[in-house]
T-cell receptor
Framework: DSGVTQTPKHLITATGQRVTLRCSPR?????VYWYQQSLDQGLQFLIQ???????AKGNILERFSAQQFPDLHSELNLSSLELGDSALYFC??????????????????FGPGTRLTVL | AQKITQTQPGMFVQEKEAVTLDCTYD???????LFWYKQPSSGEMIFLIY??????QNATEGRYSLNFQKARKSANLVISASQLGDSAMYFC????????????FGAGTTVTVRA
């Protein structure tokens, strides 16, 4: 158990709908990262938040948005869903901003993932 | 841009034998970190081992060791004494330690351990 929690574990919805995925980082971790794992694109970085502020953006669609709240939990909002959005969405956390070189290079601890199926 | 290449989509290994998973990377960064993660069929991502670009010794964590050849830009994972529970997908990943935050992942290698 990494200490990162994600809810829900599974989500089945229809095209055009909107869903919210929730992530609680490990206690004390300030950074939250979102990744998408799909069959055709593999594992891709979406976005990072550090202590409530957006820190880095990857291949995140405009239909997707995220935020990190004062208690450091994060939500990923996916709207106008398409069949191609079906994927496993991971949240990861780390104690720091990510630029530190000590220790394990800023190891990221992954949650169990949310499997999204769009029908 | 960083690119991670894992050329072995799938491998079979006999229980108690060692297996080497290949990973090559391409980066212009001077300071970077290399990671290996395991993803069993249940889906979670489990951290296995880390190697920093300036680390002079190859990393080891229990039955896992990383064969780091910086000049060749390779970071192969060696799993010794394979167990049935090692059957999983294995991902190589890299991160720029000074300017970037995200992990860039390879396509993964599926390992199946045979009894």
């Amino acid at each position: 158990d990494s200490g990162v929690t994600q809810t829900p574990k599974h989500l089945i919805t229809a095209t055009g709908q909107r869903v919210t995925l929730r992530c609680s980082p490990r206690s004390g971790d300030l950074s939250v990262y979102w990744y998408q794992q799909s069959l055709d694109q593999g594992l891709q970085f979406l976005i990072q938040y550090y202590n409530g502020e957006e820190r880095a953006k990857g291949n995140i669609l405009e239909r997707f948005s995220a935020q990190q709240f004062p208690d450091l939990h994060s939500e990923l909002n996916l709207s106008s869903l398409e069949l191609g959005d079906s994927a496993l969405y991971f949240c990861a956390s780390s104690p720091n901003s990510g630029t530190e070189t000590s220790g394990r290079g800023g190891e990221q601890f992954f949650g169990p993932g949310t499997r999204l199926t769009v029908l | 841009a960083q690119k991670i290449t894992q050329t072995q989509p799938g491998m079979f290994v006999q229980e108690k034998e060692a297996v080497t998973l290949d990973c090559t990377y391409d980066t212009s960064d001077q300071s970077y970190g290399l990671f290996w993660y395991k993803q069993p069929s249940s889906g979670e991502m489990i951290f296995l081992i880390y190697q920093g670009s300036y680390d002079e010794q190859n990393a080891t964590e229990g039955r896992y060791s990383l064969n780091f050849q910086k000049a060749r830009k390779s970071a192969n994972l060696v799993i010794s004494a394979s167990q049935l529970g090692d059957s999983a997908m294995y991902f190589c990943a890299m991160r720029d330690l000074t300017n970037d935050y995200k992990l860039s992942f390879g396509a993964g290698t599926t390992v199946t351990v045979r009894a």
